[in-house]
């Protein structure tokens, strides 16, 4: 009853009725969209360095198959990389939290507060 087909991929399946409060099942679909968003940024991180590797270009991490990238010693130790990412997702999902609880308040920019999407 609560999933009328009017959603993208809406088949109706949704055996633990957890989309049955519309404010969640916004939530879930946003939460989807982003994930969507999530995984292509990681391919695209997979794809591009090997890319670059088979024509020579890229640098030094480059070099190293996707595969094999934790063995690389980048510029930082692994915690503190792994910390400024959790930092960074953080702030991307509490900015998207913002604006599903009050539309279009993301739209502005947090530091130069004129700056404001049309």
Known sequence: ?????TLV?????DPLAL???????????QAEL????WAMLGA?????PDL?????????AAQVPWFEAGKYNYFAPPSALFASMMFLFAFVEFR???????????????????????
């Open 52 to 60: 670059l590797r088979s024509i020579g270009m890229g640098g030094p």
């Open 96 to 118: 998207r939290l913002q604006d599903i609880r009050k539309p279009g308040s993301a739209s502005q920019d947090p530091i130069f507060t004129n700056n404001k999407l049309p």
């Open 19 to 29: 989309g049955k409060d519309p404010a969640k099942l916004k939530w879930y679909q």
């Open 9 to 13: 991929g809406d088949h109706g399946f």
């Open 1 to 5: 009853d609560h999933l009328d087909g």
């Open 34 to 37: 982003q994930n969507g968003r």
């Open 44 to 48: 695209a991180g997979i794809l591009v």
